[in-house]
């Protein structure tokens, strides 16, 4: 899995945003490694290996660099020799949530060529009287319903739980400050009788995994997660699991 602790709230919430639209393609399958986020078609090819770093997202994507569409040259050659390079031979940054919209398309761009690469290879298959096997689709993973206005299913991730949260905070009296580039995520304001107090926010899935991440309490004040399952907590808990349901009434 990648290491969401040495990315900034900003690149993930922008990462997350960039899935959301991602999906909109057809089927698409996503999965982690280490140090990378990977997106296949359902046919099993992969189109684009993301790299979320501290400031930014780098991707490569599986798309002739002489056939892309690219007139803001976002784009550039992947340095990368062999078989990586030959793989995924274009590459380019993002660096905020206002770069989606063209990277988007940057990504749909690769996305049609793996799918059309392979439906042309399944043509062939036939012709030369050979059987195309079956392609075997591996559904994406998605949380319990909870149908709260934009989020029909709940988040599986700590990104997930950012971008609730994002839409939320408003009504809960929370406003963002800052999002300091390392421990905690997210410097914020909430509403008190005497004023708007600072509070030090770090998000989780589950409360517990602030404990697996070896953060240090004394330098946070709340946690917002999911899932709130850490018995004997010293912080505040914002569980959103419960947050939603008192906001439905």
Same mark, same amino acid.
């Given at each position: 899995?990648?290491?969401?602790?040495?990315?900034?709230?900003?690149?993930?919430?922008?990462?997350?945003?960039?899935?959301?639209?991602?999906?909109?393609?057809?089927?698409?399958?996503?999965?982690?490694?280490?140090?990378?986020?990977?997106?296949?078609?359902?046919?099993?090819?992969?189109?684009?290996?993301?790299?979320?770093?501290?400031?930014?997202?780098?991707?490569?994507?599986?798309?002739?660099?002489?056939?892309?569409?690219?007139?803001?040259?976002?784009?550039?050659?992947?340095?990368?020799?062999?078989?990586?390079?030959?793989?995924?031979?274009?590459?380019?940054?993002?660096?905020?949530?206002?770069? @989606?919209?063209?990277?988007?398309?940057?990504? =749909?761009?690769?996305?049609?060529? %793996?799918? !059309?690469?392979?439906?042309?290879?399944? &043509?062939?298959?036939?012709?030369?009287?050979?059987?195309?096997?079956?392609?075997?689709?591996?559904?994406?993973?998605?949380?319990?319903?909870?149908?709260?206005?934009?989020?029909?299913?709940?988040?599986?991730?700590?990104?997930?739980?950012?971008?609730?949260?994002?839409?939320?905070?408003?009504?809960?009296?929370?406003?963002?400050?800052?999002?300091?580039?390392?421990?905690?995520?997210?410097?914020?304001?909430?509403?008190?009788?005497?004023?708007?107090?600072?509070?030090?926010?770090?998000?989780?899935?589950?409360?517990?995994?602030?404990?697996?991440?070896?953060?240090?309490?004394?330098?946070?004040?709340? @946690?917002?997660?999911?899932?709130?399952?850490? =018995?004997?907590?010293?912080?505040? %808990?914002? !569980?959103?699991?419960?947050?939603?349901? &008192?906001?439905?009434?």
């Amino acid at each position: 899995m990648v290491d969401w602790d040495r990315v900034s709230p900003i690149i993930r919430d922008t990462l997350t945003l960039l899935q959301k639209e991602t999906v909109g393609f057809g089927d698409v399958i996503m999965s982690e490694t280490k140090y990378w986020v990977m997106w296949k078609s359902s046919a099993g090819r992969a189109f684009a290996a993301l790299h979320p770093t501290k400031n930014n997202i780098r991707v490569f994507i599986s798309c002739d660099s002489t056939k892309i569409e690219d007139p803001l040259k976002f784009t550039k050659a992947s340095a990368s020799t062999g078989g990586w390079g030959k793989k995924y031979p274009v590459v380019f940054n993002i660096r905020s949530p206002n770069d @989606i919209a063209y990277a988007t398309s940057l990504l =749909k761009q690769a996305y049609k060529s %793996v799918v !059309e690469e392979r439906r042309d290879a399944g &043509r062939k298959e036939v012709m030369e009287g050979e059987t195309v096997k079956p392609v075997t689709k591996i559904k994406d993973l998605v949380g319990e319903p909870v149908y709260f206005r934009e989020f029909v299913y709940a988040p599986l991730n700590e990104a997930g739980v950012i971008l609730l949260f994002s839409k939320i905070m408003g009504e809960l009296g929370i406003y963002y400050e800052a999002s300091p580039s390392s421990f905690p995520d997210m410097i914020a304001r909430r509403k008190i009788k005497e004023g708007l107090e600072r509070i030090r926010v770090e998000f989780e899935y589950k409360s517990s995994h602030f404990l697996q991440h070896k953060h240090d309490f004394k330098n946070c004040d709340v @946690i917002v997660c999911w899932e709130h399952d850490w =018995k004997d907590c010293p912080l505040q %808990v914002i !569980e959103l699991k419960e947050v939603i349901k &008192r906001l439905r009434t």
